[in-house]
């Protein structure tokens, strides 16, 4: 028999004898190995690079804490309003705006999954917008900016929005620009 007079089960019979192969002739394919996903690569920045990424996150970091002193500033600025006497009391009187920084931090829902935690968390950063954005309105309400008299529900809408972001930006930029400047350094 000539190997063009075969049929495709011969020809796959023949082909398995040769190889020493007892396969039959409609076997299923192989498995395909599984594929491992590729680890991501780790960039190795020159001396230069490292340098310069080093002092940008040291700046970046330095706004956050800027931001976060603001933030701190209207916090307390709205309690000398209150009728609490804190110039006397000098720096210890950040304790105040420290005290609530943790307690955002350490109260983030991510990390305290319980309904308690997550009440306070939301509890503190409500007093802390609140007492950020009332201390803003009290120190530039009635001022000019730009020919306009900052004053009314727009300048307590800004105040808010001013409040929220100047709660939460800071301490988790900061957080974050700190891990990766640990990661710079090491």
Do not use: C
């Amino acid at each position: 028999m000539e190997p063009n007079q075969m049929t495709d089960q011969e020809k796959a019979a023949l082909l398995a004898g040769l190889i020493g192969s007892q396969a039959p002739a409609h076997s299923e394919p192989a498995p395909q190995p599984r594929r491992e996903p590729k680890p991501k690569a780790v960039v190795t920045l020159g001396m230069y690079d490292r340098g310069v990424r080093i002092v940008s996150l040291i700046g970046a970091l330095g706004i956050m804490v800027f931001l976060w002193g603001v933030g701190a500033y209207f916090t307390l600025q709205f309690l000398e309003g209150l009728g609490l006497k804190l110039a006397g009391a000098g720096l210890a009187a950040w304790l105040i705006p420290a005290t609530i920084t943790a307690m955002e931090i350490g109260l983030w829902p991510a990390k305290m999954p319980t309904f308690a935690a997550r009440l306070a968390w939301l509890l503190v950063l409500a007093a802390d917008t609140g007492t950020t954005a009332a201390g803003i309105v009290g120190y530039v309400q009635g001022q000019k900016m730009a020919g306009i008299t900052l004053a009314g529900p727009s300048l307590v809408v800004i105040a808010i929005a001013l409040g929220v972001a100047l709660a939460l930006f800071p301490e988790r930029g900061a957080r974050s620009l700190w891990t990766d400047l640990k990661r710079s350094v090491a």
